[in-house]
Structures are given as structure tokens and as C-alpha cells.
């Protein structure tokens, strides 16, 4: 069965954190299999790819975590969130995220900032709706593909000449503990505040996607001119 037919159904008998997880799964693997190969890239396609991932995560994953914090009702739930907060905030992670496109010569510019404002914005107003089963769902995937996307974005960076590696490093292997601490609060949650039968569960993972492909795909000609 194809992704597109998976988001569309729902059990009558309610959402099953393992069927989501795997739902999850299998989006995530489908993303990061039509990857390019990065020695295939130009200099300007892998300064633009890093450029535009650093544009969004660097000023807004932890404004997104927040959201998702504010969004979140279960008291059980909200625990899991402070810690990946406190991580996020205590290690600099921004800071490591700054580094990173720096050492990669990859610092995003004004026209890589508006590249993904359009779905940037559309996360941004997803979000501010405050629904925390879908905003937890939304970061849970988010938390699961960065951790997969980390090997192509470091080899990225190295051929730019970098060798500053502590972002991938850190996030190649923190965020599988992310993961699996927000799909525990997704089922603490959707136990006590389950969504309506009307709400789509996916909504938020299919802006994310969306995001995701403008930041590997939009040509670096566009963002020249």
C-alpha cells in the first residue's frame, strides 16, 4: 500500500501507536531513499541544501518544540518534551546547527530564507493551532528523519571541505532517543486527548514532507536570481 493510501485511513476502532510508528517508518524511508547522491551534486546544490536545512532548524526547532509543549494537555506527556527542551537548550544546540553551515561555507542568505518561507509559514500556523496529538506526531517524525538525514548532511559538509562534524554527530544519535521518548508521549496523549474523527493525524507530517523536499530539492538557479 502506497504512503498516500495509508494517511488516508483510520481504524474505527481508533489510531495504534505501533501501525503509526510504522506508517512513520515507512514514509521516512521513502524520503530518505530518493536522496541524491552527494558526490553527484554541484558545489551550489549542497551549499543550497545545507543553507536551507540551517535556515529552518537553527531559529525554529526549538520554537516548534515549545509549540508542541503548549499544545501537549496530558501531565504525563509533558515531561518527555521538557527534557528534549532542556537537552536542546542546555547543549546550544542552535549554536552547534550555526557552526555547522558555517564551517560548510553554507551560511543561509535572505534568498535561502525565502526559498522555504512558504512551507515554513504553513508549519508555523499548523503548529500555532495547538493540537498536541497531531503537533506530537509532526516532531516525532521530524525527530526520527533528522537522525537518518545526518549521514547525507555531514557528507554534504565534507565535500565543502568541512571537517566540523559536531552537529551530525551529536543528532546521529541523540535524536534516536528523541524519537522514541515523543512516540511516548504521543500515546500518553492521544490515550486521554484523542483527536476528532474529522482531524487528520498526518496533517502536520505532510507539511513537514513538504518542507523537507524544498529544502533537498529547489534548484540553486532560483535562488540565484
Known amino acids: 500500500m502506497r504512503t498516500q493510501e495509508v494517511l488516508s485511513q483510520q481504524s474505527e476502532s481508533g489510531w495504534e501507536i505501533s501501525s503509526i510508528q510504522e506508517t512513520i517508518s515507512q514514509i521516512t524511508d521513502e524520503i530518505i531513499g530518493k536522496l541524491p547522491d552527494s558526490q553527484q551534486l554541484t558545489s551550489a ?25 503548549l499544545a501537549t494537555k496530558s501531565e504525563a506527556a509533558r515531561p518527555i518534551l521538557l527534557d528534549n527542551l532542556y537537552e536542546e ?35 508555523r500556523l499548523f503548529l500555532g493551532r495547538l493540537s498536541g496529538v497531531q503537533s506530537l506526531l509532526t516532531m516525532a517524525f521530524f525527530e526520527g528523519f533528522i537522525q537518518r538525514f545526518m549521514p547525507f548532511l555531514a ?4 565535500a565543502e571541505g568541512s571537517t566540523e562534524m559536531e552537529y551530525t554527530d551529536v543528532h ?10 515523543l512516540f511516548q508521549a504521543l500515546a500518553k496523549e492521544m490515550s486521554s486527548y484523542p483527536i476528532k474523527p474529522d482531524e487528520n493525524l498526518y496533517e502536520g507530517v505532510r507539511l513537514l514532507r513538504n518542507l523537507i523536499e524544498r529544502i533537498v530539492y529547489y534548484p540553486p538557479e532560483k535562488v540565484a536570481s
Open 45 to 69: 546544490e549542497r551549499r543550497g541544501i545545507i543553507a536551507r536545512y540551517s535556515a529552518v532548524l537553527e531559529g525554529n526547532f526549538i520554537y516548534w518544540m515549545t509549540a508542541t509543549l
Open 89 to 123: 537548550t542546555r547543549d546550544a544546540h542552535p549554536h552547534m546547527m550555526r557552526k555547522f553551515a558555517i564551517a560548510a561555507h553554507s551560511f543561509p542568505t535572505d534568498r535561502d530564507a525565502l526559498a522555504v518561507d512558504e512551507d515554513l509559514t504553513n508549519m
Open 155 to 158: 557528507a554534504l559538509a565534507a
Open 172 to 181: 546521529g544519535v541523540c535524536d534516536v532517543a528523541h524519537t522514541a521518548g
